[in-house]
């Protein structure tokens, strides 16, 4: 009986203790493998970047050691990139993965961008988008960085917008990612730049749809597992049945189990050995660790959901231990001091002032190296 097998009559018995101690595990959240961003990125596949600031410390609080200056050297050279896949929301994905992840994604989320320019705009013209779509590249050809503000003064010079909405060019720079024209450019003063994907990542040789569908569910389950379709059909974004698809294409990497009237996926290069004991972390809001699933009761009791996220998506920075979510945190920056202030929902018998100072500390020094 191998030790994936052995896992699962664990599962049976413990069922959310075991599940949590190999999530901790897989999200690299114990034991880290990774040295640099980049590495990190690759094998997560994606991370939610919603909060930009926050985002970045769900990169260094996975990593062996790290900083601020360490993520966002990564992201000004290009390492790694934030835009829109998958869900039609913010993420980061390594540089060599952008253009097929936007081949699964990209048409699903220009949709949604149009119904939701429609909605809230009126329908907007393709010519529109056309005119758009052939200026961006003018104006940032020459591997210039600007920021969605610049961009929109441009456009206002050509005439092609008379005011610069900032909706509108929500909806425009949205869509100039899924075409593959546009991507993360260098950070100018701490504000978000957009520059010329094919200035900024070099190409990469192309990949068949099933290639990229192995390779997106293959991300998931190393980083996430133990997990179930549900999940990774929440995760991905994709249809029931290339998600179905996904996993089959990958079904010699996963060890497969029946608990609870579901199917449970574990990837080979998960560690299921070992346990976390006493552990603290202080997750950022839109954290994986809670948000890369659509069942969250395995670490979180659904009494306690509306404490952690609310029904129209917005997620809190949380308390996790022992790969249990038992509060929220909050910071507090000054000149000499970054102060947490906490509020709990589950109270537990191991945790004290020392411990939380630790993960403070810890917080604290990635914020200044």
Known sequence: MGCLTLYFVHLRLYSYIMITHIRVASQQLEQPRFESPKELV?????????????????????????????????????DILRTHVMRPTWHFVAAEDIRWMLMLSSERIKAAVMSYAKGH???????????????????????????????????????????????????????????????????????YTYALLEERVPPVPEITKDEALARLARSYFRSHAPAVLQDFIWWSGLPVSEAKQAIYLIESELTAEQWNGQTWYVHEACRTRGKVSGRLHLLPSYDEYLLGYKDRTDVLPLEHYSKAFTNNGLFFPIVLHNGQVIGNWDKSVKKKSVDLKYSWFRQVADMNEETLERERQKFTRFLEK
């Open 42 to 78: 690759s094998w997560m596949g994606a991370i939610q970047a919603q909060e930009y600031e926050m985002a970045k410390w769900a990169i260094g609080i996975r990593l062996r050691s790290s900083s601020l200056e360490t993520v966002n050297e990564a992201l000004y050279k290009g």
């Open 121 to 191: 705009f009126g329908k907007i013209e393709k010519t529109l988008f056309t005119r758009y779509l052939d200026q961006i590249g003018k104006i940032l050809e020459g591997y210039k960085s600007l920021t969605k503000q610049e961009i929109a003064e441009h456009f206002c010079c050509s005439g092609i917008l008379v005011e610069a909405d900032n909706h509108r060019m929500t909806r425009f720079m949205v869509r100039a990612e899924q075409e593959g024209i546009v991507c993360s450019g260098e950070d100018k003063g701490g504000k």
